[in-house]
């Protein structure tokens, strides 16, 4: 059995995504998120002339670069809110005393190019709750469809930041509408903004009756205003009587429109609160945080396909959900994530590697904060810990005290663009053999060698996969490489039950043939007439869409 305490450590946790389609803030809010909790003292810029210092969670330097994240980090800090009154008394959603207990989090900041939409959704797999943000201007967009789809999938409890306030976008009540019909879930207005763009005021926070007055600062935190009554004159004062009057009807209509917030509905992923703010003015980030810490879940139990795994249990089990590649330059070192799904985690104690039925024990668990990693001695249900990975895991590996266990949920991969790698520079092919096996492991592109000729081909689902794996190659690993095009249509893995007509298949379609990293037989058809016809010749073999059967 789990202590109290130990249970008490894993009801504070709280670990969440942040996923939006790219541009909307959602690396400018992980950021202020992180001043807030003291993680940080200055934030830093995605895209800034002006601030010197780069975001924490793209520690990448060609995302530093580019003002993209093409890569998951994982960040984890201690919170503790302010001691604000809810309803009368020091209480959180679930009527029990608040104000004293400090919240562990950790934030996931995705990746939103849709080349990498493949590392979110095995990053979702990993969370317990998700904070989508929305850029004011420009809406739901395609990404955020997708990636809410997901969340849905998995009944995931779902959060809505609409950013960038303090520039012209739409109206508020807009927002909302279409936020409910794009992405098909029910929204209840927690903060409210007293106008926006060149006129942006504040935001009334509903959810704890305060009021921010709007100070563009990019680097420090606000003070908040406490008023019980959104008609207490002082308001008007502040923000001047006409936009104190249409804040007052807008939240007589907000009451009016929107069912109260209902934290069940919330839990069951079918209701979303929605705050407002700019992130890159820290405006609205602190709303967003103290209402989150009270209301998100502590971690959900997992489903297995032997059984549910509950976080209470006082078992030890995870799951390896990404790989880095590379994350140390000094040491050509890679990084398993695991997501603990129940119990306690201790350094140096044996654990069950279900693939391999291994025992293996792991001296330097470590937590993150982006790239910078701790040692740590213990770890919970709920926490995204690292370990050193020298090729013993692959994605979806299972961790166990001793139970035979296999995580499921986590989406396959399947390329659409191939194309040939070959060495630039004849003096580093030993360097680019380790950075091509390395980078393949992290799962967001495929590796396969032809078996007709030995040549091997990069499978990706976006050009820009390939500006990444080449730029990584040249400034991680010191080498060179040149990309030769390949029209390709799809890869499949194959197998049958019949061996003869498959090694019949492999003979026939050998210009066709290759192999996958695992040494797995894949075919490589390069149009849809050829992969038919080959389905419609072999009755008897299975052609699998993805790695994963």
């Not at 040692?375 to 895991?393: H, Q, R």
Request: aromatic letters at 10%; proline letters at 4%; hydrophobic letters at 35%.
């Amino acid at each position: 059995m789990l202590s109290t305490n130990e249970q008490q450590e894993i009801l504070r946790r709280r670990t969440f995504a942040i996923i939006s389609h790219p541009d909307a803030g959602k690396t400018t809010l992980t950021e202020k998120l992180l001043l807030y909790g003291g993680a940080i003292h200055v934030a830093g810029a995605v895209k800034s002339n002006k601030i010197r210092k780069t975001a924490t969670s793209d520690w990448m330097e060609i995302e530093k670069q580019r003002g993209i994240s093409v890569a998951t980090s994982v960040m984890g800090f201690d919170y503790k809110p302010a001691n604000q009154t809810i309803n009368g008394s020091l209480t959180d959603i679930n009527g029990e005393q608040q104000g004293e207990t400090v919240y562990h989090i950790n934030i996931l900041d995705t990746p939103g190019h849709q080349d990498f939409a493949e590392d979110t959704f095995r990053t979702l797999t990993a969370v317990d709750s998700v904070i989508i943000v929305i850029d004011a201007a420009k809406g739901v967009e395609t990404q955020t469809r997708r990636l809410m789809q997901v969340c849905r999938m998995r009944k995931t409890p779902v959060m809505v930041f609409i950013n960038k306030m303090d520039r012209e976008g739409k109206d508020p009540f807009d927002l909302l509408d279409e936020v409910e019909q794009e992405l098909g879930i029910h929204v209840r207005p927690l903060s409210w903004p007293i106008n926006s763009g060149p006129r942006f005021k504040g935001v009334y926070n509903i959810f704890q009756s305060t009021l921010d007055l709007y100070q563009p600062d990019k680097t420090h935190v606000t003070e908040s205003l406490r008023f019980d009554d959104v008609n207490d004159p002082q308001i008007a004062e502040l923000v001047g009587e006409q936009d104190a009057a249409k804040l007052q009807e807008d939240l007589e209509m907000i009451e009016g429109v929107y069912n109260p917030f209902s934290h069940a509905d919330y839990l069951a992923g079918e209701l979303a609160p929605v705050f407002f703010g700019s992130a890159l003015n820290t405006f609205g980030v602190k709303e967003l945080l103290e209402c989150f810490v009270r209301i998100a879940p502590s971690p959900l139990p997992v489903d297995a396909v032997e059984r549910k795994v509950e976080p209470m249990e006082d078992k030890f089990t995870g799951f390896c959900f990404k790989i880095h590649a590379n994350m140390d330059p000094n040491h050509r070192s890679c990084i398993a994530f695991f997501k603990i799904c129940s119990g306690k985690f201790e350094r140096n104690t044996y654990y069950k590697h279900v693939r391999k039925g291994q025992q293996m024990r792991f001296s330097s668990p470590t937590c993150f904060m982006a790239q910078r990693k701790e040692t740590v001695d213990e770890a919970f249900a709920g926490d995204i810990i690292g370990l050193p990975d020298t090729g013993n895991f692959k994605i979806g590996d299972t961790l166990t005290a001793g139970e035979d266990l296999h995580f499921k949920g986590l989406p396959s991969f399947s390329p659409e663009m191939f194309k040939y790698i070959e060495n630039a520079d004849p003096m580093k092919q030993k360097q680019l053999d380790k950075g091509v096996s390395q980078l393949m492991d992290e799962g967001v592109a495929q590796l396969f060698v032809s078996q007709m000729n030995g040549r091997k081909i990069i499978g990706t689902v976006g050009q820009l996969q390939f500006e990444v794996i080449q730029y990584r190659l040249e400034h991680e690993y010191n080498a060179k490489c040149r990309w030769e095009p390949l029209q390709m249509y799809k890869a499949c893995w194959i197998e049958s039950d019949d061996a003869a007509e498959l090694e019949m298949f492999k003979k026939r379609k050998a210009q066709y043939m290759a192999f996958d990293k695992d040494g797995r037989d894949v075919f490589m058809a390069d149009s849809a007439y050829v992969l038919q016809m080959a389905q419609n010749d072999y009755k008897h073999i299975k052609f699998h869409f993805t790695s994963e059967f």
